[in-house]
């Protein structure tokens, strides 16, 4: 089945130590998606990369980078974790970035900061 | 700027009933699709049901069905025969021509719990 996958969907680090988390699809969408959600809240987008492009939020911390290095995966890079970014990770694709489109998530990778 | 309103934190519902989720939304853009997801508690968002603008009639999917009413500009979420596995948070998104790209406005969340 085609799907979106998140490794790992558990992820313990130590404040300040940077940490990777990873999301591949083999729906083959032109768009890819991060979200962070904090508990009880709703998810709040990071960036994106349509195909090569990225696309950060205005309001995303510049601790938080992201890679694409092809169309299958893509990466979450937070460069010096605070205790206030212990949350869960989505990540999603689209096929296209229009606003009719759907976005399919993954599992989610929940991230503990010690 | 667009909005969505989930006024219900929680939600309680018998097995084998029909439960109505409210979600209420705000756009100056007359393009815009509207979106169901639902939450377990693992984690997983996982997409139930679309609505856009311009789609004359309600959707449905399988036990799912959006009651879109766009002069109220309310989108709730009908779920008939509930059933244990539907127990999960629920989001209601917006995403719209303005923003220029599929980019979703999510609400609060609803909180469902069937019982058997």
């Known amino acids: 089945d085609a799907m979106v996958i998140q490794n790992p969907r558990y992820q313990v680090t130590q404040f300040g130590k940077p940490v990777t988390l990873s999301c591949s699809q083999t729906l083959n969408h032109n768009v890819m998606y991060w979200y962070q959600q904090k508990s009880s809240q709703a998810p709040k987008l990071l960036f994106h990369y349509y195909d090569k492009d990225f696309n950060n939020e205005a309001d995303t911390p510049d601790n938080f980078q992201s890679r694409r290095p092809n169309t299958s995966f893509c990466f979450l890079d937070i460069r010096s974790p605070g205790l206030g970014d212990a949350a869960m990770y989505l990540c999603?694709?689209?096929?296209?970035?229009?606003?009719?489109?759907?976005?399919?998530f993954g599992p989610g990778t929940r991230l503990l900061v010690l | 700027a667009q909005k969505i309103t989930q006024t219900q934190p929680g939600m309680f519902v018998q097995e084998k009933e029909a439960v109505t989720l409210d979600c209420t939304y705000d756009?100056?853009?007359?393009?815009?699709?509207l979106f169901w997801y639902k939450q377990p508690s693992s984690g997983e968002m996982i997409f139930l049901i679309y609505q856009g603008s311009y789609d004359q009639q309600n959707a449905t999917e399988g036990r799912y069905s959006l009651n879109f009413q766009k002069a109220r500009k309310s989108a709730n979420l009908v779920i008939s025969a509930s059933q244990l596995g539907d127990s999960a948070m629920y989001f209601c998104?917006?995403?719209?021509?303005?923003?220029?790209?599929?980019?979703?406005?999510f609400g609060t969340g609803t909180r469902l719990l069937v019982s058997p």
């Open positions: 998104a917006m995403s719209s021509m303005n923003t220029g790209f599929q980019k979703l406005v």
């Open positions: 999603a694709t689209s096929r296209d970035p229009g606003w009719q489109e759907t976005q399919y």
């Open positions: 756009t100056s853009d007359p393009s815009y699709g």
